[in-house]
């Protein structure tokens, strides 16, 4: 078994793309920053960018920490497995 694919890493590439697609997300759908300026809103579209500023933040910000999580569970190795688990033992 791999060590991309050993049940520690596995969900570390979920949240990585969860993270992902998460920032995707709320950079499209900003008023401000975002593919979102086409859209025809009611109102003024300056309040309307306001309003949804903080959300943004939050969303982007909430991404990047699950994006973290995932990078984390990638990177860290378990102190007690040996560095190379694949290499064969010398015999004597």
């Given amino acids: 078994m791999s060590s991309a694919?050993?049940?520690?890493?596995?969900p570390g590439w979920s949240l990585l793309l969860i993270g992902l697609l998460g920032v995707a997300f709320f950079w499209v759908t900003d008023a401000r920053y975002g593919l979102a300026l086409h859209y025809s809103h009611d109102g003024n579209p300056i309040d309307l960018a306001n309003q949804q500023f903080p959300g943004t933040v939050l969303g982007v910000?909430?991404?990047?920490?699950?994006?973290?999580?995932?990078?984390?569970?990638?990177?860290?190795?378990?102190?007690?497995?040996?560095?190379?688990?694949?290499?064969?033992?010398a015999q004597q």
């Fill in 5 to 10: 694919n050993s049940p520690k890493h596995r």
């Fill in 61 to 89: 910000v909430g991404s990047l920490l699950i994006f973290g999580i995932g990078a984390h569970l990638l990177l860290n190795r378990d102190p007690r497995r040996p560095a190379d688990t694949t290499a064969v033992p």
